[in-house]
C-alpha cells in the first residue's frame, strides 16, 4: 500500500489549500482515511477523519468549521479542503490509511496502519 500526499505550499493567512492523498496497492474504498499534521518540535496531531464511506467525518476542535475531508473512492483519492488558514496551521501534512476494512474512522495514530510521506504548509502572517 502507498499513500502519495500533495499539494502543499505557502499560503497568506486567511487562505486556502487543498490536499490531496492518493492510494494504490489496495482496495481504497473499504477503508478509513485520517490527515495528522506535526508542527516543528511538536507531536504528530490529529485533524480529521473520513470513514471508508465518506458519509462520515469528524475533526479537531482546532479545525473544526475551517476544514473539510472527502473522498473519491473511484480515483482512490482523499482531500483535505483547508480554508482560513492561520499561522498555526503550519506543519507537515500526514495522510494514513486504516487496515481494518470497514472499520471506523479514528483520531488515534495507533490506529492507522499505513502513512504517506507528508506535504508541507506554511501559511504566513
Excluded at 462520515?56 to 476542535?61: C, G, N, R, V, W
Excluded at 475531508?69 to 483519492?77: E, G, H, I, L, Q
Excluded at 480554508?83 to 487496515?99: F, G, W
Excluded at 474512522?105 to 504566513?124: I, L, P
Amino acid at each position: 500500500v502507498q499513500l502519495q500526499a500533495s499539494g502543499g505550499g505557502l499560503v497568506q493567512a486567511g487562505g486556502s489549500l487543498r490536499l490531496s492523498c492518493a492510494a494504490s496497492g489496495t482496495t481504497f474504498a473499504y477503508y478509513a482515511v485520517g490527515w495528522f499534521r506535526q508542527a516543528p518540535g511538536k507531536e504528530r496531531t490529529f485533524v480529521g477523519a473520513i470513514s471508508w464511506s465518506g458519509t462520515y467525518t469528524f475533526y479537531a476542535d482546532s479545525v473544526k468549521d475551517r476544514f473539510t475531508v472527502s473522498r473519491d473512492n473511484a480515483k482512490k483519492t482523499v482531500y483535505l479542503q483547508m480554508s482560513r488558514l492561520k499561522p498555526e496551521d503550519t506543519a507537515i501534512y500526514y495522510c494514513a490509511l486504516r487496515s481494518a476494512r470497514y472499520g471506523e474512522a479514528k483520531a488515534g495514530a495507533d490506529d492507522y496502519r499505513y502513512w504517506g510521506q507528508g506535504t508541507q504548509v506554511t501559511v504566513s502572517s
